[in-house]
């Protein structure tokens, strides 16, 4: 079955549709093709780092006081 695709319009800087229409013709991509790719890139590294934070949930917590005093202490500054 194919993917149902969603018409959008977005606005993008000049210097940014001219480099993607050139990586298009040089890649032979479609600038739609281009632009799901880095957006379903830019999605599943967000919910790489929920999933850290998650599993951090229930470590303690540091305040920069004490993280600067053990810095101290380990003598790297």
Do not use: C, Q, W
């Not at 000049?14 to 890649?27: G, Y």
């Not at 949930?57 to 993280?67: A, R, T």
């Amino acid at each position: 079955m194919e993917a149902m695709v969603k018409r959008a319009t977005i606005y993008l800087d000049e210097s940014l549709h001219k480099a993607l229409k050139i990586k298009s013709i040089e890649t032979s991509r479609s600038i739609s093709d281009l632009v799901n790719a880095a957006v379903r890139d830019a999605l599943s590294e967000d919910a790489e780092d929920l999933a850290v934070f998650e599993d951090r949930v229930n470590e303690p917590l540091l305040s920069y006081d004490e993280f600067l005093k053990r810095l101290k202490s380990d003598g790297l500054i």
